[in-house]
């Protein structure tokens, strides 16, 4: 007994304050998040990027994002993908658009409506992947056309054309609208703006009104994905059905409810990003959301979560989206052809997968 | 060793029958486990070992027969039932999520929290009760939020027994629990299943070697081509003839064989025998010392 106990003591004196931080899952993208900084900070530093309008400009992609990579995240540590999101996301604008704008129902009632049919739709991915026991990354890239086909489909049939607009106005008289396209803090800028602390503009305004609706979210969201997987039980339940669904199933865990939950709160986040997006730009087209389900997954993976499931945060996963909007803005404040965009994500996608899988080996490495 | 005589068993099969379709995997199970016992269960590969403690654990329903706890008849639908009834099982690799950390995979299933599923998890109160009850069955784990990954297959399985046994379990079921752990591994947990027959547990102990087994055994159900062989209390059989009836059916010679090498092999070398000889002694005394608390 004595030289086990010894081992054991060899081996936990070894931890140091380096090895606990590399045993963070969210540490890449926090580091990456602050790399992105200072590089532009450095190359883009006087051209705005920094402005107080700037800042909001890159935070509100950032939060777009990070809104649905929120829930990618909690997804993907519960062990699955969902590749409908982005789908999902030009369904529920539609939903929205056509029974406001053609059919004359308060717009409330219609953003309620796409809630309910996000439900719906995550609960069906859920069922068939936790029934079938298929890859969810199969069986949500059905999912994916099938959205999408039906979103086209269906509004052409309804409307003739591929978007929907008219919703500005309608959304300015409707009383659920402002949570989701509206801005908070506006008495705060103006203080702000007074004190010199953002710029002001020419009529006396400060130079942004207040912080959109979609910034709020995105903390909310982050902070609540957060405290419920790391302080409550279901977080403790989504770690094991994406770490070992057998072994989680044995002691317990409703594993199939999990899943199912997590693809409801996926299309959900994707219904909430389509709030923000149709409500403030007062117009639903078809093609929203394109490919977002892949940024959202990526922003996940630069957050630190692993592709095979238990593992992971949804802080790492909101960082990995402000990396992205920051690159993505700050890329054109430089003036950069926005093309290298791309190479760029794909590299940093590459970067992060690797990392991860060395910090995984590190995590679980065996005596 | 007190087999609890004396009330009636905490657990009893009766006739077990489970099949797969055509399939028969169980064909008459018959056995019982009284609180502080170890009951091992014996038998090769394709005896219907797995299929049997899935049927305990609450995974598969038996096609005919009964299972009584405390002597009422009862039907377990899922795991979960199982364990609101006490029977735990610790199976041999799916026991624990190596990224999870230590206290995260001692609570799993049984978070502090209340029935709430967003009930509050104290990560600080789950952390000090891992780690005393890691503690208490020898482990000092200083870092309970290290993930399970690095400990090693014995400490795993301590992990998960002493997860058991803090949940309240009446019933151990530990599926081949040393089979994939070196002598000095297994001997961590064969004193651990010593310490849970002290305090009281009925231990199931499923295993195909009898080596591990005997010490710590102290009776033996044989399980062969889904049918049980009967049970031996451990001063009527020799570890020989366990051994024989778990091979079944085999030509005499065979056996005789088998058991002479067996023979030849303890005198011989003295190594395998002596390692059992040792964690034997080991048990003694450990399940002497508690006995005196």
Not at chain 2, 36 to 59: F, H, P, Q, R
Not at chain 2, 134 to 159: F, H, N, W, Y
Not at chain 2, 255 to 266: G, K, P, Q, T, Y
Request: net charge neutral.
């Amino acid at each position: 007994m004595a030289t086990i106990r010894t081992a054991v003591d060899e081996r936990v004196a070894e931890t140091t304050l380096l090895k606990k931080l590399m045993a963070r899952p969210e540490l890449g993208s926090v580091a990456g998040a602050i790399l992105v900084f200072v590089f532009f900070a450095a190359v883009a530093g006087n051209s705005g990027l920094f402005s107080a309008p700037g800042i909001i400009n890159f935070l509100e992609v950032s939060a777009q994002l990070g809104i649905i990579a929120v829930a990618a995240a909690m997804l993907m540590i519960g062990g699955e993908f969902d590749l409908s999101i982005g789908s999902m996301i030009g369904a529920a604008g539609v939903i929205i658009a056509i029974p406001a704008v053609q059919w004359g129902w308060p717009l409330w009632s219609c953003v309620l409506l796409a809630f309910g049919i996000a439900c719906l739709v995550g609960y069906i991915n859920g069922i068939i992947v936790v029934k079938s026991g298929l890859p969810s990354f199969i069986v949500t890239l059905a999912g994916l056309f099938i959205l999408r086909g039906l979103t086209i489909g269906f509004t052409r049939w309804v409307t003739g054309r591929t978007q929907v607009s008219g919703l500005k106005s309608l959304a300015e008289q409707d009383w659920l609208a402002p949570i989701f396209a509206g801005e908070v803090g506006h008495t705060l800028m103006v203080w702000l703006a007074n004190l010199g602390v953002i710029g002001m503009r020419a009529d006396g305004a400060p130079a942004i009104p207040g912080v959109p609706m979609s910034i709020v979210w995105w903390l909310i969201l982050t902070a609540a994905a957060t405290w419920i997987l790391l302080r409550t039980r279901v977080g403790n339940w989504i770690f094991a059905a994406g770490g070992d669904p057998n072994a989680a199933r044995n002691v317990g865990v409703p594993v199939a409810a999990v899943k199912i939950g997590l693809f409801m709160f996926t299309a959900c986040a994707a219904t909430l990003f389509a709030c923000v997006q149709v409500l403030d730009a007062g117009s639903a087209d078809t093609t929203r959301g394109l490919l977002k389900e892949f940024e959202a997954i990526i922003a996940a993976v630069i957050g630190g979560c692993l592709l095979t499931g238990g593992y992971g945060s949804a802080i790492g996963a909101s960082f990995g989206a402000l990396i992205f909007g920051t690159v993505q803005m700050g890329i054109f404040y430089t003036g950069v052809n926005t093309d290298w965009f791309k190479v760029f994500l794909g590299v940093m996608m590459l970067i992060a997968v690797l990392f991860n899988n060395y910090i995984r080996r590190k995590v679980t490495e065996a005596r | 060793m007190a087999n609890g005589n004396g009330g009636p068993p905490l657990v009893e099969l009766r006739e077990i029958v489970k099949r797969f379709g055509s399939v028969i995997a169980l064909n008459g199970v018959t056995m019982k486990v009284h609180a502080g016992e170890v009951m091992c269960l014996l038998g090769d590969n394709g005896a219907g070992k797995s299929t049997l403690i899935k049927t305990l654990s609450g995974v598969h329903q038996p096609t005919e027969g009964e299972i009584l706890i405390d002597g009422q008849s009862v039907v377990m639908r899922s795991p979960r039932d199982a364990l609101d009834r006490g029977i735990a099982t610790v199976y041999q690799d799916l026991a624990m999520i190596p990224l999870m950390s230590i206290t995260r995979n001692f609570f799993m299933g049984r978070e502090p929290g209340g029935t709430r599923a967003l009930g509050r998890f104290n990560v600080g109160g789950a952390n000090r009760i891992a780690k005393e009850e890691m503690a208490k069955i020898g482990i000092d784990v200083r870092d309970p939020t290290q993930a399970v990954g690095t400990l090693s297959g014995g400490e795993r399985q301590c992990v998960a027994i002493a997860r058991a046994v803090y949940f309240g379990a009446r019933v151990l079921i530990l599926d081949e629990p040393t089979s994939a752990l070196g002598v000095k591994q297994a001997s961590v947990v064969l004193r651990y299943v010593a310490q849970a027959r002290a305090r009281g547990l009925g231990v199931i102990f499923i295993t195909h070697n009898v080596h591990h087994a005997y010490p710590v055994g102290d009776a033996f159900t044989i399980l062969n081509r889904g049918r049980t062989y009967g049970t031996f209390q451990k001063n009527e059989v020799t570890r020989e003839e366990v051994l024989n009836m778990m091979a079944g059916g085999k030509e005499l010679d065979e056996l005789s064989a088998e058991i002479e090498e067996f023979a030849r092999a303890d005198a011989a070398t003295g190594a395998v025998g002596a390692a059992e000889r040792a964690i034997a002694e080991g048990l003694h005394h450990e399940a002497e010392a508690l006995h005196k608390h």
